[in-house]
Structures are given as structure tokens and as C-alpha cells.
């Protein structure tokens, strides 16, 4: 030990603790890899409960092959877990109570404390997210891939579920950055392939997905992670359903807004990765100007496209989906400014923007499980187009059979059933007739074939009996006749 840290060492010792602790950081700064002032410093900035992040680093990097400063060592370290571990319970304790204030200090202290020990990161992050004091669908991805879950949220997507709480509730938002923090630091620590590793990746997915943020990092993530699990396979089915939504979004808006190009432009893109959704082939039907023989042509094949057996997307094919629909930007007709086509107004001048509906917005089927009934009724409006209201109203039937019950009673469905009869034939419309009214008419007719037979044989009857007589004069006539 040199006297200059021997005299810093004495001032620690005394009253004079702050001018020895700026000492010694200015002696660290000529003199970095001694190991006797780094070893002091953090002894006591550990008593002080100061420069968390130092006290890390060093005890995470420091050696010695000397005994006395090796035991030092070896005892700061054990002190050191213990206290991180009680920043972790001390975090935890905040957020049971009311009043208990933010736990983000406890949580970041204990992984600078700790910046290599993956469980420490982990256990912070999952705190979070069951910050009622419940559990959390997040518990799930630590069980066994053979056991049965015993509730609904380990087969279903849920943002947030908490047990018995009657509200499942979701992390506050300025506590989002710290998960993402303590999650990226697991995966940075954790090697692929080993369960810590995977959960980390899944739990951050998972709330990169709660959390709106959807980008082709979250696609690389999930790829790392191989095959699906039956523990998180809802969570990889979510990741796809935002991307094909994503995807197909991002069409429908330039579609609205009066740009086919680029619609057209992602619509091929996803022609050539394979990807035809009902959803995606009713915006390429859509596109075409209505009455048109391109677009009748183009709602028959896509109604013999839907009807095709869909194998599930991959994630290498959704990548370049993803990053095409996230990097084609619309001119706002205002100030020129570059939003997102799904704005429907601009967020830097406020200007409404132009749209234009399509069938999904016309007839109200904007549900994605309505995708092939609007296929249908698109074509019934491109058979109507071409004079054929047989054929339109036979597919408007297809529609109906695909929809609740209480659509076809809706306006604008209605009227189109109403506009396509009067134009039908009357022979082909009692062949448009419903099988239920279609026998209704038949019993009717046989019931009054019945009624007019009887009627002719007994008076058959009465002819039979008084030939040449007339009935008398204030005689009512029989009652079979009446």
C-alpha cells in the first residue's frame, strides 16, 4: 500500500469521510488497477450505501492472489448479495402497501449491486409485473410443458391475470421501461437454450405486445426460441395474429386513403411470401373500381383462394412483411408531413384525412371473422353489376348463412336483398324461395285442392239423390255445400 492510500485510508477512518472518499476517487483516477483502493472504495461506499454501481463492477471484475485481500473480497461479495436480495424484498414490500411509494430505486440498486446475476434481473422484472401482490400468466412459462394448467390464461392471450382479482390490472406505464431494462439484462446474461433464458425472451415479447411495441427485433427474438412450447404457444399465435394484422391494416389504409399503388404494392409482397389471408384476398378484390370485370374476376378467385387449406405463416416470411408496412409512410394532403396510413387524422396539423369506404365499411363487416361472408357479398355486387341478380342474390344467401342471424336485418344488407328481388323473374324467384316457404306454399296448395274436391262430391251426391227436383223454395242449402 502506497502512503498517499495509506493516508486516505487513515481519513476513512476518522471524521473526515467525504474529503477522503473525493481523495480516493482522485488516486483511482491515476492509479486505476490498484486493487487495495478499488477493494477500499468499495468497502466504504458499501457502509455509506452509496455508488451501488461501482460496488458491482468492481466485486464483478476485482481479483487478487493476495490471502487477506482475497477473504476481503470474498466476504464484500457475500454482504453484497445479501443486501441485493433485500432490496428485492423491499421492492416487493412497496408495492403490497398503498402508501408504500415507487419500488423502481429498490430494484435498480439491487441489479447494480448484482449487473451479472441473471435471477437477481428477473426477479425484479416479475415483481412488476405482478405488482397486485396475485399471479400472473407470466407463472405459467415456468411449468412443466406436461402439466395441465389450471385456468384459462395459460390457453388464451391475456394482456394481464391476476388470480381472484375482480379487475386484472397492468404495470403502470412509467414502470414499462424498468421491465424492459431488467429483461434485456436477462437475455444479455443468459445463454439460448436454457429455461431462464427462454423466459425472459417470452415474458418480453409478451409485454412488448401489451405494450403496442411490434418490430422485426420482436420477430428475431422469437425466432431464437425454436419450436413453440405448449407453455407459451399463445403468446407466439398473438405475436402472428399483430403482424397479419399489422400487415393487413396498413393495405386497408391506403386503400382508404386513396393510394392503390401502395396498397397493391404490400398486397404483392404478401403474394409472394406465400401469405393469403380471406382478409388480404377481400383487399385485393377490393381495390378494383366497382362494376368492373377485373374485380368480379378477382372476387371469384379469391372466394377458390379462401376456401384452400392456409398452412400457419412463418416468422421468417412475416420479417420483410413487417418491416414493408412499418417503413411505407402517407402524405397528409395538409401539411405534407409523412403519418402512418391508419391515421385518420394527422397528428401534426390535426387535418382530417380523405377516405374512401370499402365493402367492409359499407356493409359493417369489419370483424376478421366476417372475412369470407364479405367475400361473397362482394361478388353478389359484382354479379348485380353485370346484370345477373340470380346469381348476386344466391351469393348474398351464402353471406347470410355465414353471419348471425340479426345482420340480415340490418339496413343497408336489407335493402340490398331488397334492390336484387324485384329484378328477378317470377319463375326464378319462386325458385329463390326458402326451403321452409316453399313447403308452406306446397301444404297450402294441397289443403286447398282437398277443400275443392270435397266440395265437387257432394254435390255430386245431392244431384244424385232428387234428380229433376229443385230444393225447396226457403230450405237453406246443405251444410257441406255451404
Same mark, same amino acid.
Request: positive net charge; aromatic residues 4%.
Given at each position: 500500500m502506497s502512503n498517499a492510500l495509506a493516508d486516505i485510508r487513515a481519513k476513512l477512518d476518522g471524521e473526515t469521510r467525504d474529503e477522503a472518499l473525493s481523495l480516493l476517487n482522485q488516486y483511482l483516477l491515476d492509479h486505476p488497477d490498484d486493487t487495495e483502493a478499488r477493494l477500499t472504495k468499495a468497502e466504504t461506499s458499501f457502509q455509506a450505501k452509496i455508488d451501488y454501481e461501482f460496488i458491482g463492477f468492481t466485486l464483478a471484475t476485482i481479483a487478487s492472489d493476495d490471502a487477506a485481500q482475497h477473504d476481503r473480497i470474498v466476504r464484500l461479495r457475500q454482504k453484497v448479495e445479501?443486501? $441485493?436480495?433485500?432490496?428485492?424484498?423491499?421492492?416487493?414490500?412497496?408495492?403490497?402497501t398503498r402508501m408504500g411509494g415507487d419500488p423502481i430505486a429498490d430494484f435498480d440498486n439491487a441489479v447494480l449491486l448484482r449487473p451479472r446475476d441473471p435471477v437477481v434481473a428477473l426477479a425484479a422484472a416479475l415483481a412488476l409485473l405482478r405488482h397486485n401482490g396475485g399471479s400472473s400468466p407470466f407463472d405459467d412459462l415456468l411449468d412443466d410443458d406436461d402439466r395441465e394448467s389450471s385456468s384459462s390464461s395459460a390457453s388464451s392471450f391475456n394482456p394481464f391475470s391476476f388470480g381472484r382479482a375482480s379487475r386484472p390490472g397492468v404495470p403502470p406505464v412509467h414502470w414499462n421501461p424498468a421491465i424492459e431494462r431488467y429483461l434485456r439484462r436477462v437475455i444479455e446474461l443468459s445463454e439460448p437454450g436454457y429455461r431462464l433464458h427462454e423466459v425472459a425472451v417470452v415474458c418480453l415479447i409478451k409485454h412488448l405486445l401489451n405494450a403496442n411495441k411490434l418490430s422485426s427485433e420482436t420477430l428475431t427474438l422469437m425466432e431464437t426460441l425454436g419450436e413453440p412450447r405448449k407453455t407459451w404457444l399463445a403468446v @407466439?399465435?398473438?405475436?402472428?395474429?399483430?403482424?397479419?394484422?399489422?400487415?393487413?391494416?396498413?393495405?386497408?389504409?391506403?386503400?382508404?386513403?386513396?393510394?392503390?399503388? &401502395?396498397?397493391?404494392?404490400?398486397?404483392?409482397?404478401?403474394?409472394?411470401?406465400?401469405l393469403q389471408t380471406p382478409r388480404l384476398l377481400l383487399l385485393e378484390a377490393d381495390r378494383h373500381?366497382?362494376?368492373?370485370? $377485373?374485380?368480379?374476376?378477382?372476387?371469384?378467385?379469391?372466394?377458390?383462394?379462401?376456401?384452400?387449406?392456409?398452412?400457419?405463416?412463418?416468422?421468417?416470411?412475416?420479417?420483410?412483411?413487417?418491416?414493408?408496412? /412499418?417503413?411505407?409512410? @402517407?402524405?397528409?394532403?395538409?401539411?405534407?408531413?409523412?403519418?402512418?396510413?391508419? &391515421?385518420?387524422?394527422? /397528428?401534426?396539423?390535426? &387535418?382530417? /384525412?380523405?377516405?374512401?369506404?370499402?365493402?367492409?365499411?359499407?356493409?359493417?363487416?369489419?370483424?376478421?371473422? @366476417?372475412?369470407?361472408?364479405?367475400?361473397?357479398?362482394?361478388?353478389?355486387?359484382?354479379?348485380?353489376?353485370?346484370?345477373?341478380? $340470380?346469381?348476386?342474390? $344466391?351469393?348474398?344467401?351464402?353471406?347470410?348463412a355465414l353471419l348471425p342471424s340479426d345482420y340480415g336485418d340490418r339496413d343497408v344488407l336489407a335493402s340490398f336483398r331488397k334492390r336484387l328481388a324485384p329484378r328477378l323473374p317470377i319463375r326464378r324467384l319462386s325458385r329463390s324461395r326458402s326451403p321452409r316457404r316453399s313447403e308452406c306454399c306446397a301444404r297450402w296448395s294441397r289443403q286447398a285442392s282437398r277443400r275443392m274436391l270435397s266440395q265437387r262430391s257432394c254435390a255430386s251426391t245431392i244431384a244424385t239423390r232428387s234428380p229433376g227436383k229443385s230444393s225447396p223454395p226457403h230450405s237453406a242449402p246443405p251444410s257441406s255445400v255451404g
Open positions: 445479501e443486501r $441485493a436480495w433485500d432490496l428485492i424484498g423491499s421492492g416487493r414490500s412497496r408495492m403490497r @407466439y399465435d398473438e405475436l402472428i395474429n399483430r403482424v397479419l394484422l399489422l400487415v393487413h391494416d396498413t393495405a386497408a389504409g391506403f386503400l382508404r386513403a386513396g393510394d392503390p399503388a &401502395s396498397a397493391r404494392r404490400i398486397l404483392a409482397a404478401c403474394e409472394a411470401e406465400g373500381p366497382v362494376g368492373s370485370s $377485373a374485380r368480379r374476376t378477382a372476387f371469384r378467385k379469391a372466394l377458390r383462394l379462401a376456401d384452400a387449406a392456409r398452412p400457419t405463416p412463418t416468422l421468417a416470411h412475416l420479417k420483410p412483411l413487417l418491416t414493408l408496412a /412499418q417503413g411505407i409512410q @402517407y402524405k397528409c394532403r395538409i401539411c405534407g408531413r409523412e403519418i402512418r396510413p391508419t &391515421s385518420e387524422s394527422c /397528428q401534426f396539423c390535426e &387535418s382530417r /384525412q380523405a377516405t374512401h369506404a370499402l365493402l367492409v365499411d359499407r356493409f359493417e363487416l369489419r370483424d376478421p371473422d @366476417y372475412a369470407v361472408a364479405a367475400l361473397h357479398i362482394g361478388c353478389a355486387e359484382a354479379m348485380e353489376a353485370a346484370g345477373k341478380p $340470380a346469381a348476386a342474390l $344466391a351469393e348474398l344467401h351464402r353471406a347470410l
